[in-house]
């Protein structure tokens, strides 16, 4: 089982419309969860942490279920510059190889495509 | 403010040739990164570092060798290029020391190809 899936898409989506991701997870005890934006042929950025309690930052919406090990991240009033790839991230915990920092595990990423 | 700055951002390699990849943060951070990023894969990591000093293996570390210089700059090393490491490389730092629970910032990437 892979540690962190996403739908890969693409999702196409209308300008102004409402749409959601849903990311889940293996590691029952992952302890860190993020959402990331790429843009094509660039760095990933992070959009935002999620946290036990969801979160939101202005359109977007982040939460998340330990239960059942999905986070969601659901973008409202979507705009033209919100298409990008969305990356779903997880901290395993227990870090690698047991050292210090944790890197990060990285879903492969949900491909929004928001159109005129 | 420069972040996380990479170079070089693009490298056309032979194979068998050597290359250093130079990463450097200004952000102060305690720990630093090295992923790859190939299509239908998702971002791996390499190897990273938790601290001035100390480095350690991540997912896919052969055929890499990495040096954290001193708490800005963290290098990754291909001694031996292979076309399978055609891929565009990431660096990232993070205050860390807390699990993970600190994003990471990443650079904007070295696209290198291994002919």
């Known amino acids: 089982r892979k540690e962190v899936e996403q739908d890969p898409g693409p999702f196409n989506v209308p300008e102004g419309a409402t749409v959601a991701f849903n990311c889940t997870y293996s590691n029952s005890a992952s302890q860190s969860f993020f959402w990331y934006r790429q843009d094509c042929r660039k760095e990933p950025k992070l959009l935002m942490s999620?946290?036990?309690s969801g979160n939101e930052d202005g359109r977007f919406t982040a939460q998340l279920n330990r239960a059942s090990q999905y986070i969601s991240l659901l973008i409202r009033d979507s705009k033209l510059s919100d298409s990008a790839t969305y990356l779903c991230?997880?901290?395993?915990?227990?870090?690698?190889?047991?050292?210090?920092?944790?890197?990060?595990?990285f879903g492969k990423g949900t491909h929004l495509i928001i159109q005129p | 403010n420069a972040g996380v700055t990479q170079t070089p951002k693009f490298q056309v390699l032979k194979t068998g040739q050597s290359m250093t990849l130079q990463c450097a943060q200004d952000m102060n951070h305690n720990s630093m990164y090295w992923y790859r990023q190939d299509p239908g894969m998702g971002l791996r990591l390499i190897y990273y570092?938790?601290?001035?000093?100390?480095?350690d293996k991540g997912e896919v570390p052969n055929g890499y060798n990495v040096s954290r210089l001193n708490k800005r700059e963290f290098s990754l090393r291909l001694e031996s290029a292979a076309p399978s490491q055609t891929s565009v490389y990431f660096c990232a730092s993070s205050e860390a020391g807390h699990r993970g629970n600190q994003p990471q910032h990443f650079g904007d990437g070295t696209r290198l190809s291994i002919l």
């Open positions: 999620v946290y036990s």
């Open positions: 570092s938790a601290s001035e000093g100390t480095t």
């Open positions: 991230v997880v901290n395993p915990g227990g870090g690698y190889s047991g050292g210090g920092a944790d890197g990060l595990t």
